[in-house]
């Protein structure tokens, strides 16, 4: 098998945004991973902010600022959801797009939650963001709406029919859990964070408590925090605020199903899991973790007959010319037409904005080649509007499959060349 590397990010902002000094890249691990799920929290939601977002700017300045530092590292961001102030944001470098399947984004009617799932190279993977009740006392409460979506939140396809039984599971965010009422007192726990004695304080983590009972989290696993309390803080500061009792309240919590296939074992390893400190925009810190997890290779996936695995739409791209009729070719081997549906569509997105969340244009996809192996679209001339760079996506029907990416090109302005100038100059 091969591996891929995932890192995952929780951030609850508090409502802050990013400033001068904000620097995502710093959450960043190196060597760059393959891909990357950020969940924020309290991520500003009010009427001008959504006004902004949607009439504007189309995504709030933390996916953006997001999005704009995770694109010169050579990501695309693939999808987004945003539920209120819950948003959950999937980048993946350009390389493996075209080997995304299912992609879907939910919520969850009874919890703030986000959820992405998908598949890659074969393997089936989902990503939870949740922003759990606050508050010490507020325990049970928790543990009652992990259970709840455990429970009752399902899919259609038999195979991944709970959340519990995709290949990979992932669940964080602001799970909330604090330490045990009437346990330790503010100033003990800084003394105790202070001398770094972190483990005397976890013995009274109730998210740890919870799990060893089997009350909520059980079927997931988390290695023990080696890192200070990441609520609450003095916004701008590394200062516990004695507002609230410090806590790991921002966690991230994991799943491999090893025994999914027959005759062979999927892996799963945590190669780091730390919090962010001297990110100081939020009274909380953020906090990350990566994985090295297993896909299928292209032999096995050829052994075990996945079924559309590798990339099936093949571009050829020239630049094309702005306010003209365009014509661009692609191609799809004949042994995969069989993948090919009947409403199947073209995305046209903007290459520099490294983004394939709202597409400009698009084009449903030909039924039929127009040679061989070839298909042709068709472009009129108001897709192309302005000079600039551009990429195309094909996806299938339901827009869950990604079958092919182009490279970018560009959108230029036609230069007159000399004899129409004199004969425009004469018709004056």
Known sequence: MDALNLQLITFNVGEFLPGPETDIARLIRNPTPDLVLIGLQEVRSG???????QLLVGEDAWSRETRQTLSSLGFIKVRSIKLMGLVLLLFCLEKHVPYLRGLETQYTRYIYKDIIRFQIYGVSVCVLNSHLAAHDHNNQA?????????????????????????DYVFWMGDLNFRLEMNSFSF???????????????????????????????????ENQPSFPPTFKYKVGTGVFDSKRRPAWTDRILFKVNKGNYDNLELSLHQESY???????????????????????????????LVQCFHPIVRFHTEDV???????????????????????????????????????????????????????????DDSIFIRSGAYRLVYYSAESKDILGISSIFQARVRELGPEVGVEATEEL
């Open 47 to 53: 009427a001008q902010e959504l006004l902004i977002e």
């Open 142 to 166: 928790r543990i009652e709406s992990y259970n709840t979506v455990l429970g009752s939140h399902t899919y259609t396809s038999p195979n991944t029919e709970l959340i519990m039984y995709h």
């Open 187 to 221: 100033q003990e726990i800084e003394d105790l964070v202070s001398k770094g004695v972190l483990s005397k304080l976890l013995g009274e983590d109730q998210l740890s408590g919870a799990r060893s009972s089997g009350q909520a989290f059980s079927e997931l696993e």
């Open 274 to 304: 730390t919090s962010h400190p001297e990110f100081l925009e939020s009274d909380h810190k953020p906090v990350s973790s990566s994985f090295k997890l297993s896909v299928f290779s292209s032999k096995l996936a050829e052994e075990l």
């Open 321 to 379: 010319y702005c306010g003209e009729d365009n014509t661009i070719v692609y191609s799809v081997n004949v042994k995969d037409w069989r993948y090919l549906k009947a409403w199947d569509w073209i995305g046209v997105y903007k290459g520099e904005e490294a983004s394939f969340q709202d597409h400009i244009g698009f084009l449903w996809a030909p039924s039929s080649p127009t040679r061989q192996e070839a298909f042709q679209l068709s472009f």
